[in-house]
């Protein structure tokens, strides 16, 4: 009878271990975030030493691109259209191509180690994007036309009001698609982690964000992104 309290003892322990919640990340942006390294440079990186000993992490005992054991991802952005969704165990291909990586290999990788538990990575990723229009979260409110933008628009002989109501269609579009794309991916779990027990539920353990360069290119808007401060919103 002690036995069988003990071992009855041991089994709910286990099962509260094997209950924890599911480690969720979060991985947005734009061009730099999808990942436009090929896996065709790995070899590359045998040539630093500082960089070595990560490329190892990244193959396996036959030399191809490792596959996460414990790692998932939910990808969309990437395919060539907005929604298209890439998912599966993490490994190369969820890059800009299907031979490119991202920052979620390596993340997905060091992740693993460290944790050493299941792990999802949502990501959503388009390039060409911008912070100050197609990212735009509604606590920034809505675009604001700085006088500089709107000189210029005058000069170029623009149709003001169809490019204000452009903008207005066109702000914050990707940060909605960001949003609908997590909430459907937490809506089902089990669709994208195998085993996944709702009962064990989720905890957001990281949001990780890589811009790229369209705002500091956006002239117009930052006719001040020379000067401090020149590129607040």
């Not at 490119?100 to 944790?115: A, N, Q, S, V």
């Not at 229009?133 to 149709?159: I, M």
């Not at 903008?167 to 949003?179: E, H, P, Q, S, W």
């Amino acid at each position: 009878m002690i036995i069988a309290v003990v071992l009855g003892l041991i089994s709910g322990i286990a099962s509260q271990a094997a209950a924890k919640p599911l480690k969720l990340f979060i991985l947005a942006g734009q061009s730099n975030m999808q990942g436009h390294v090929n896996v065709s440079t790995f070899d590359s990186m045998a040539d630093d030493p500082k960089t070595a000993p990560i490329l190892k992490e990244m193959r396996d005992a036959n030399g191809k691109p490792r596959v996460c054991d414990k790692v998932w991802i939910s990808s969309i952005g990437c395919t060539g259209d907005d929604t298209t969704e890439q998912k599966g165990q993490v490994t190369a291909g969820f890059g800009a191509s299907t031979d490119e990586i991202g920052p979620e290999f390596t993340f997905g990788i060091y992740m693993e180690k460290l944790l050493g538990e299941p792990i999802l990575i949502i990501k959503t990723s388009w390039g060409g994007k911008s912070l100050h229009t197609d990212f735009r979260p509604p606590s920034a409110g809505p675009y604001v036309w700085s006088d500089y933008e709107l000189k210029q628009c005058k000069n170029r002989g623009d149709d003001l009001e169809k490019d204000k109501a452009d903008k207005v269609k066109a702000t914050g579009v990707y940060y909605r698609l960001m949003i609908e794309h997590v909430r459907k991916v937490l809506a089902n779990i089990n669709r994208v982690v195998p085993g996944y027990n709702p009962t064990q539920g989720y905890e957001l353990a990281g949001f990780v964000w890589f811009q790229g360069f369209n705002d500091l290119v956006s002239d117009w808007t930052y006719d001040k992104g020379n000067q401090p401060g020149g590129y607040d919103m």
